[in-house]
C-alpha cells in the first residue's frame, strides 16, 4: 500500500511562484509512474502533469505547459510540482497520484492506483 502526503500549497498572488511536494511511502518508488491533478470548487477533478519513473515521457495540461515543471527524486521518494508565473485559474486542491506502471505515462484519473489527500493552492489577483 502506497502511502502519498503532499505539502506546499499555500495563499499566492499572481505571478508567484510555489513548489508542491508529494512524499510517497509503502512501495518501490521506481515502479510508479507519478502525476499530479487538480479540483477547482465546482469543477472536476482534471490531470494537470505526469511523468514514469525515467524522466523521460512528461506530459502537462496545455493551460500549465510552459509554466509548470515536474520533477522527482527517486532517491527520496518525492515528486515535485513547480509552479510559475500562477494565474488566478490555478486556484484548486492539487492532488498526487501514483500508477503502478512502469510503460506509459497515465494522464486519466481513473488510471491512477493511489492518491494524497490534497494541497490547497490559492491564487489572488
Known amino acids: 500500500q502506497v502511502q502519498l502526503v503532499e505539502s506546499g500549497g499555500e495563499l499566492v498572488t499572481a505571478g508567484g511562484s510555489l513548489r508542491l511536494s508529494c512524499a510517497a511511502s509503502?512501495?518501490?518508488?521506481?515502479?510508479?509512474?507519478m502525476g499530479w491533478f487538480r479540483q477547482a470548487p465546482g469543477k472536476e477533478r482534471e490531470f494537470v502533469a505526469a511523468?514514469?519513473?525515467?524522466?523521460?515521457?512528461?506530459y502537462y495540461l496545455d493551460f500549465v505547459k510552459g509554466r509548470f515543471t515536474i520533477s522527482r527524486d527517486n532517491v527520496k521518494n518525492t515528486v515535485f510540482l513547480q509552479m510559475n508565473s500562477l494565474k488566478s485559474e490555478d486556484t484548486a486542491v492539487y492532488y498526487c497520484?501514483?500508477?503502478?506502471?512502469?510503460?506509459?505515462?497515465?494522464?486519466?484519473?481513473?488510471?491512477?492506483?493511489?492518491w494524497g489527500q490534497g494541497t490547497q493552492v490559492i491564487v489572488s489577483s
Open positions: 497520484a501514483a500508477a503502478s506502471t512502469t510503460n506509459y505515462t497515465p494522464v486519466l484519473a481513473r488510471q491512477y492506483d493511489y
Open positions: 509503502g512501495g518501490t518508488f521506481e515502479n510508479y509512474a
Open positions: 511523468m514514469r519513473w525515467s524522466e523521460d515521457s512528461i
